[in-house]
């Protein structure tokens, strides 16, 4: 595909569950961005992955949050236990490394923590 | 760390211009760019501003200060698509890994 695709798009799950998302950035694009999005705010960045190197994990809120990125290309976010305020949208973003490093951002998949 | 205001929500007229202003306060500063979220979609990309000045790209155009670490987007003969949220974000420096920091986003409500 042309663009960023995360799945699922949609996620409803129940306290204390864990779940996945899934991003498959741009064929090409080295840097990798997950962010987090709560109704009406703006984007909160939780990790970034670039090539081989060590990611910046200083977003993530708590240790129930984690990602990885398999053969530099798909990632995925875990949430373990997850919690309420959890509920949010989580965008997936991909660059290239250099220039501008525009960010071209997938449509992001809703969670509902009941 | 970064700091990055802008208002939270403005309302024009069908046709008229609209200036949304963006401050930041930033411990280091790789250039500032501008999105347009529309309600439930992704951010796409509308501007990018490393030196100071305006760039004009259309309807839109985006300026910058470094000095005054003040940036604005103004958007021309507004239709009413252009409804939707527009977020500031700053990069930060290489060392930094280039990520953005996003402002709260500007909610722009165009009326006919």
């Known amino acids: 595909g042309a663009g960023v695709s995360q799945s699922p798009s949609n996620k409803v799950t129940e306290k204390g569950k864990d779940v996945e998302l899934r991003c498959d950035p741009i064929?090409?694009?080295?840097?990798l961005y997950w962010y987090r999005q709560s109704l009406g705010q703006g984007l909160e960045f939780l990790i970034y992955?670039?090539?081989?190197?060590?990611?910046?994990k200083s977003g993530l809120p708590s240790d129930r949050f984690s990602a990885e990125r398999t053969g530099g290309s798909v990632s995925t976010l875990t949430i373990q236990r997850t919690q309420q305020e959890d509920s949010a949208v989580y965008l997936c973003?991909?660059?290239?490394?250099?220039?501008?490093?525009?960010?071209?951002f997938g449509p992001g998949t809703r969670l509902t923590v009941l | 760390g970064q700091n990055i205001d802008q208002p939270t929500e403005m309302t024009a007229t069908e046709g008229a211009i609209v200036q949304i202003n963006c401050t930041y306060q930033?411990?280091?500063?790789?250039?500032l760019f501008w999105y347009q979220q529309h309600a439930g979609e992704a951010p796409t990309f509308l501007s990018y501003?490393?030196?100071?000045g305006l760039e004009e790209k259309g309807r839109f155009s985006s300026f910058l200060s470094r000095s005054k670490g003040y940036s604005y987007l103004l958007l021309k003969e507004l239709q009413m698509k252009d409804s939707a949220s527009y977020l500031c974000?700053?990069?930060?420096?290489?060392?930094?890994?280039?990520?953005?920091?996003f402002g709260g986003g500007t909610r722009v409500l165009v009326k006919p």
């Open positions: 974000a700053v990069r930060g420096i290489k060392a930094a890994g280039n990520k953005l920091t």
């Open positions: 930033t411990s280091g500063f790789n250039g």
């Open positions: 501003n490393v030196l100071d």
């Open positions: 973003a991909s660059s290239v490394a250099g220039g501008s490093w525009e960010q071209f």
């Open positions: 064929s090409g694009h080295t840097a």
């Open positions: 992955f670039q090539g081989n190197s060590a990611p910046d």
